[in-house]
């Protein structure tokens, strides 16, 4: 990844716009700006002495100031001893307040009038920033970087590729698991484990099995993940991993048994729904809500329109959510190498569930699949 191009880019759009300084805390947009790779989630607040202040100031000019509990200081140590575009790391020691590190940090970068900060600021931090610069305008970040992420650079599309084979690759690995009388809750832990065993570092989001039909309806007051699976009931599929720091997300449908016309259909029309969208997903020729309209449009026709109760799919990249949003709102013009999620589904409760995903690439001629797996219909015997 050209870590280097990026952090110039955002320079640009900080001088375009008279942003003086761009805090980010340790998440996507750092790791997509600078390669600093994110936590993993902790089951509880962490709270490092200082942690609200850590992260990344980064000015109209010179390197990248990173600033880092004194606890768990050596991981940012580390990430920025390979890359020339971090100035250096400054730990938060306990016999310092984090305040005055975070003001001699801030003085270091000259007179600031204007400093956007990263979505998920700790409220601290924002009031701290405020408190040290009270002349200057605080707003968020997102409006330099989340138009950089939309677009995907050649480094970003074979990450996603092959963050999607990955996906492909898992689904068939899981298949097997599926019989009579396993669990939900079984099958994810099956696909979460296929992830790990390929190296996946780790999922993209809670992977969600869906087990629908008669059998799994008259089970309607277990939690999800405890129904077992039973002839004549529909599966459905919604996973992805992380792999390089990109995430993938997939989606594919199975039914136990042979399955009735009816699902038949609906499965064709799902499938019909989702080529539809993906033909007119032109780079410059189509919005996020056109595209979004013409698969429901598909589905409402053949009278499944209550069914589809979700948006057609979403922007995915560094993370499994991102603008733009494939929905009603969203008149973005999709623009080539942006990267979609193209989910269409009909649910029916207490008869069956059916629904495709693939990760898809905008180029000048529609929507090309990232993902290699067989759109048929899975059936278990």
Known sequence: MNYERRIAELRRRMDETGIDLVYLTRGANLF???????????GTDHNAYGDWACGAYIGRAGGIELIAPRMGGSFYEREAADKPWIAGVRLIQEAERPIDVLSQTLKGFGTLKHVAVDERTWAQQTEAIRETLPEARVSLASSLIAPMRMIKDADELVAMQRASAMADLVFARSLPILRAGVTEFEVARE??????LAGAEYTSFETGITFTGAAAASAGTMRTGQRTLM????VTFDFGCVLDGYCSDFGRSAFFGEPPAEYVRVHEVVLESQATAMRLMKAGACTAAQANAAARKVIADAGYDTGFTHRLGHGIGVTVHEAPFLDFMDHTVLQENMCFTVEPSIRMPGRFGNRVEDVVLITANGGVSLNQAPHTLTIVE
Do not use: C, M, V
């Open 231 to 234: 002839p004549g009931d529909s």
């Open 32 to 42: 997509y700006l600078a390669g600093i790779r994110r936590p993993l989630e902790h």
């Open 191 to 196: 696909i979460d484990y296929q992830f790990q």
